[in-house]
């Protein structure tokens, strides 16, 4: 990233400087952009809410991203490929009940704990993924029936324990702080760094665009096409499996359908951050702006004070107006590009 | 696709009426009284919402578009017949007014896809969402009260022998045979197919994709009110739980999320098969958490036969040529 960025640096006029960012790479124009919208969602948070300060509200909105942030990095190397991830928040609950269940509250166990719930959230997503590479079942029918089915399994398995109380490590890992800022902007901070290089930066991120923009192109270059989606479907499982840990940290008690409310929003933040859900399109650095500003959005709806209901239709009309908003940009972008 | 391979049943569709009564089966051997008036009636009362609702999904699905907007209608329904078909608009006006309200829904979402060239997929999350928030809006709180006109109507027998749902089933697969031979179902098939084909060959792509957006929405305000019907009483959240389980009827009665193939008999049968499949293992007194196991590995091996005899069909025509259907066209 930054090595293209670097060029722009040296323009002077700011109208050619954004042309000649769009040129360099149209994809950064609309991370910038909802950004831009995530920060002003930020500051009618604080408008709203006097008594707080910005950077409570900035670092408020950051904690409460990092399960979005996490899980919408699988969802977005689905997507990527064409394909889908329907089973994240069965697979985020089964982590956060695993870990509790494993732990029973306690620290000891979490040395061997954590690994092996996340080596078997992995397993889901790479189950997903030998029945997408191998048997071809669709994306969207693989996930779903693999979701339904694992939901099944972790309620026989659980039958009878409504909440388990999770681990205090766990707990500080989300609530403590390190030189005045709270450790999951930390951990964001790291998270976002891997994952763009990974996406972005390495050999395998560019095969997996390669595959989602013309899967037959790529097979005939003789990329390792099952491999690859395995990998990435493993790859959104971890993810998941890693959201539901931090989820169950967050919360303190776990249940099984913890991950529920975080399967659409990470789609959302994948499609908002400008990626097409035919595949092929769309940077990492888009999906973490989509999650940061669907995170800043329920935090200044929750300070509104409405009733859910109300906050329901105002976060479906803005998914749509950032949607609108993105297809409109691009249009914009080609013009100025001819 | 030719004509006489589109209006041959769907083998999809053939497989699940297969697995179908296969369960029904056990069922019936497991539990004696399977077979009586009674269980037949509540056995289709318990399918039909989610047989209305995956019809009129599946509409959208065959043009290869996504639409997950049909729990907030659905949301909407049932809470504005809770509300209105006792007092102000009787049963007939609620019935009125939830498929207008569906098909304003389904407006929306289509002007969005189509008009300004959204993503189906995240465009409908979006207007899910504020659809849950207006069925929020009217009913914040489990209540209200459905008409007995409606509650006792719909879910009762004609005669103590038919069902009513039986008779709307009918009705609605009936109609679907009616509406695949009309001038719309063949381009919704055309326009799922090949959309740049059926463009090119003078369908008007876009009319159409927006029509099966406003159908499915008026389906998924029946489909409300059904559910008002069965459960007598308004609850903006009933319907969470109900989007996996369209698409799992939808994909298991053997339409492809691609487009262009299957069909909404194949949909009501997999939304069948999804219920029958509930009391076939409360018959055999399995735990109710193999529910939803049996749920997923079937819609599983649904597609996976059903895939297989599309390889084969494929292959015999084109030579060999590779299946892609895991990547919709652009």
């Known amino acids: 990233m930054a090595k293209r960025d670097a060029p722009t640096l040296s323009e002077s006029k700011p109208a050619r400087l954004r042309a000649h960012a769009a040129r360099a790479n149209p994809e950064l124009l609309p991370v910038a952009v909802v950004l831009a919208c995530a920060a002003l969602l930020i500051i009618a948070t604080k408008i709203l809410n006097p008594g707080s300060s910005l950077t409570q509200q900035l670092s408020a909105v950051l904690v409460t991203s990092i399960f979005l942030v996490v899980a919408s990095f699988g969802q977005g190397l689905t997507i990527l490929l064409g394909g889908i991830d329907l089973s994240i928040g069965v697979v985020a609950g089964l982590s956060a009940m695993m870990i509790s269940v494993l732990t029973n509250g306690q ?174 399109k769309g940077i990492y650095l888009g999906t973490f702006a989509g999650a940061i500003f669907l995170s800043a959005l329920e935090t200044v709806i929750t300070v509104l004070s409405l009733s859910q209901g109300l906050r329901n239709i105002i976060e479906g009309v803005i998914i749509v107006g950032a949607l609108l908003l993105q297809s409109e940009r691009w249009g914009a972008l080609r013009r100025w590009s001819n | ?182 001038r719309l179902g063949i381009a919704i098939y055309a326009v799922g197919s090949d959309e740049n084909a059926a463009g090119l060959s003078g369908l008007n792509v876009r009319r159409t994709k927006l029509l099966t957006f406003v159908l499915a929405g008026a389906a998924y305000g029946c489909a409300g009110y059904l559910l008002s019907a069965q459960t007598g009483s308004g609850d903006p959240r009933a319907s969470n739980t109900f989007l996996l389980f369209m698409y799992a009827a939808v994909a298991i009665g053997g339409t492809s999320l691609a487009g262009g193939r299957g069909g909404v008999f194949g949909s009501v049968v997999g939304a069948g098969i999804l219920t029958v499949m509930q009391k076939m293992l409360f018959a055999l007194g399995a735990a109710s958490f193999y529910t939803s196991v049996f749920s997923g590995i079937i819609m599983l091996v649904a597609l996976f036969v059903g895939n297989l005899s599309v390889l084969r069909l494929r292959r015999r025509r084109r030579g060999g040529a590779e299946w892609q259907s895991a990547t919709p066209r652009p």
């Open chain 2, 1 to 182: 696709m030719s004509l006489a391979t589109r209006l041959r049943p769907a083998r999809g569709a053939a497989i699940a009426v297969l697995i179908y009564l296969v369960m029904y089966l056990v069922y019936a051997i497991s539990e004696a009284s399977a077979t009586s008036v009674f269980a037949i009636t509540n056995l289709l009362d318990n399918t039909i919402v989610l047989a209305i609702a995956a019809a009129g999904l599946t509409l959208v699905v065959l043009t290869g578009e996504f639409d997950l907007s049909g729990i907030g209608v659905i949301a909407i329904a049932n809470v504005v017949v809770a509300t209105t078909s006792v007092g102000i608009l009787g049963w007939f006006g609620a019935l009125v007014a939830v498929v207008l309200i569906g098909a304003a829904v389904g407006l929306i979402n289509g002007w969005l896809v189509v008009g300004l060239g959204l993503q189906s997929l995240a465009v409908t999350i979006g207007t899910m969402i504020a659809c849950e928030g207006v069925a929020l809006v009217i009913l914040a709180a489990p209540g209200g009260e459905v008409s007995d006109t409606v509650a006792n109507g719909l879910t009762g027998d004609i005669a103590d022998v038919v069902p009513v749902a039986a008779v709307i089933i009918v009705g609605v697969l009936m109609l679907w045979f009616v509406f695949a031979r009309t």
């Open chain 1, 107 to 280: 620290n000891a166990s979490l040395p061997w704990a954590v690994p092996a719930t996340l080596a078997f959230c992995a397993a889901i997503g790479m189950i997903n993924g030998l029945g997408i590479a191998l048997a071809k079942v669709p994306p969207f029918i693989m996930t779903l029936a693999s979701g339904i089915t694992f939901f099944g399994v972790g309620l026989g398995f659980t039958s009878g324990l409504a909440q388990r109380p999770v681990a205090p490590a766990l707990q500080a890992l989300m609530s403590g702080h390190w030189l005045g800022v709270p450790i999951p902007i930390y951990l964001i901070a790291g998270f976002v760094v891997i994952a763009a290089i990974f996406q972005n930066g390495t050999a395998e991120g560019r095969q997996l665009y390669a595959i989602g923009s013309g899967p037959r192109a790529a097979s005939v270059l003789g990329l390792p096409i099952s491999g690859l989606t395995i990998l990435a479907y493993a790859l959104s499982g971890l993810c998941a499996g890693v959201s539901g840990l931090l989820l169950a940290g967050y919360s303190s008690a776990a249940t099984l359908d913890i991950g529920d409310p975080l399967l659409l929003p990470t789609i959302a933040a994948v499609v908002i951050g400008g990626a097409r859900v035919v595949g092929g």
